[in-house]
């Protein structure tokens, strides 16, 4: 996921993704070399270069300041680089396989545990101060702007948050890793500040992974059973 601290940060449209190929192959090109070769016409190219770079992905340079027009060209931003960049995918896969394979059962929930810490503090800092519900909804929209379909429902008062698609098809391997399960609840509980319980999954049937917030009761519970 990309964490960025952009409020007008929003999942790339197809069209606006071909922009963003052709300046990672080729960067400082121009509104006229992109009609060329993308054949749509300039303002097909300057709507979609300004959308880019409204949402933070590339950045113009005056090339020129003669009579007429400047000229601009564009180039991608550290965000840009990122979006356009190698996949991360096998290094995560690996990392979690030999986080898997360590015998020591303690190490490895440890292990987790403190990965799981470490990204949700870093979801925290890009959550605005509010109650446990606007926390809650403003995770969910969060989440949803990273591509995963996420959705915040209010139950008879119990703020609920709902992951409709495990943010991390890749590393599961189709098979049922409730390890994931686990590391995504310590990380949605350390983003809201706030224990999560984990009250649907789809690994069990449902049609979404949902969290609520653990009661006191059960909170106490289940910090006695981790200190026995």
Not at 25 to 39: F, I, S
Not at 72 to 82: E, H, I, N, P, Q
Not at 167 to 176: C, R, S
Request: glycine share 6%.
């Amino acid at each position: 996921m990309d964490l960025e601290n952009n409020p007008n940060h929003s999942p790339i449209r197809p069209v606006d993704q071909l922009v963003l190929d052709l300046l990672r192959r080729k960067e400082g090109l121009t509104v006229t070399d992109l009609t060329e070769k993308l054949e749509v016409t300039a303002t097909a190219v300057r709507q979609r270069l300004d959308r880019l770079e409204e949402s933070g992905y590339l950045e113009r340079r005056k090339q020129s300041a003669g009579r007429g027009r400047p000229t601009y060209s564009y180039f991608l931003t550290d965000l840009g680089w990122r979006e356009v960049g190698v996949t991360y995918t096998d290094l995560a896969i690996g990392l979690w396989s030999e986080v898997l394979a360590l015998e020591d059962e303690t190490l490895r929930h440890g292990l987790i545990q403190r990965v799981s810490k470490r990204m949700g503090r870093v979801f925290r800092e890009l959550l605005p101060e509010g109650t446990l519900d606007e926390r809650m909804k403003s995770l969910a929209n969060l989440m949803a702007s990273r591509r995963i379909p996420t959705s915040f429902d209010n139950a008879n008062g119990l703020p609920v948050l709902e992951v409709h698609a495990c943010p991390y098809p890749d590393l599961t391997g189709g098979q049922h890793d409730r390890n994931l399960c686990h590391l995504e609840q310590q990380v949605l509980s350390e983003a809201i500040g706030q224990p999560l319980e984990l009250s649907m999954c789809k690994l069990d049937g449902h049609s979404c992974c949902q969290f609520k917030p653990l009661s006191t009761h059960s909170h106490e519970q289940q910090s006695t059973l981790r200190n026995q």
